[in-house]
């Protein structure tokens, strides 16, 4: 039974494989996530499409009636200046049974002191200044002292992947902006939530020339790698935006044998999921 990862920090296997089952994963120009469903303003959201048949919970680990697991809810922080936003933002997360707002603030020099007391699981910080300011502002929320165990959703959009990289990089778990569907918005969050990184929209598949500020210096070269030719391929469908299945099905391997690949070149790259793999082969040119 798919499980959804609670980390995702490299080197944990069963993390490291959750991560790969994961039907929230997502991957840099390839969304599993629906688009939002029209319904009534006010409305609540659907039931969750991974929920079991046999409980209503919606938590994805619950077999059937007897069985129930409660699903945790993710303590949500809002980090955003414009109070119109910060309202929205609460209104969509609160109607999700899932998640609570458990806190918000527009004072960022006082960020760091309030984020020490709610200690939520998710900070989504709105849109300060540059991409860099902003990456910078996580990197101290995320020292030690602050709340190193929180995922940060930066509020903004990743113009090009060497952005999303960069944010990656910088410790964030993802972006999207404002101006999302609520249903994308509620899930995007369970993603961080749950330990999976998100970029919403996924940006444009242009290839990153030099690999430019988004090169990690200290990340192996694929050469360096020992990949089979097999792993080669795998992560270059990857990167083009295929699944699992598809990438099977391009391939003429079973769906098992792609995860079976992915997991160990995943591992050799240093990379913990999906996400950051796709964008590692873009950077390197392994998708072509």
Not at 141 to 168: G, K, M, N, Q, Y
Not at 183 to 209: E, N, Q, T
Not at 216 to 230: F, I, M, S, V
């Amino acid at each position: 039974m798919t499980t959804l990862a609670t980390e995702t920090g490299f080197g944990d296997p069963r993390a490291l494989h959750a991560e790969i089952d994961n039907p929230l994963d997502m991957i840099a120009g390839h969304q599993l996530l629906r688009e939002a469903e029209d319904r009534p303003p006010g409305q609540a959201p659907a039931r969750r499409p991974w929920a079991s048949a046999g409980c209503g919970c919606g938590h994805p680990t619950c077999a059937g009636p007897g069985t129930h697991r409660p699903a945790p809810v993710v303590r949500v922080f809002l980090a955003e200046r414009h109070p119109v936003a910060c309202a929205g933002l609460r209104s969509v997360l609160n109607a999700d049974p899932d998640t609570a707002v458990v806190g918000s603030s527009g004072d960022m020099l006082r960020l760091p002191d309030t984020l020490r007391r709610v200690r939520p699981d998710v900070v989504l910080l709105g849109r300060g200044g540059t991409l860099a300011e902003d990456l910078a502002l996580v990197s101290r929320l995320r020292t030690s002292d602050v709340v190193p165990e929180a995922r940060f959703l930066l509020l903004r959009r990743a113009e090009s992947t060497a952005e999303a990289s960069r944010i990656l990089l910088a410790g964030a778990s993802g972006c999207f902006p404002l101006d999302l569907p609520e249903d994308r918005i509620i899930k995007a969050v369970a993603i961080a939530g749950a330990g999976g990184s998100v970029i919403l929209p996924a940006p444009p598949p242009a290839r990153v020339a030099g690999a430019g500020p988004a090169m990690d210096a200290a990340e192996p070269l694929p050469q360096h790698c020992n990949l089979t030719h097999r792993e080669s391929e795998v992560l270059a469908q990857l990167a083009a935006g295929l699944s699992n299945a598809e990438i099977g099905r391009e391939l003429a391997l079973a769906e098992a044998t792609v995860k079976k690949h992915l997991t160990s070149a995943m591992r050799k790259i240093g990379q913990s999921d999906r996400l950051r793999a796709a964008l590692y082969a873009h950077r390197h040119g392994l998708a072509g």
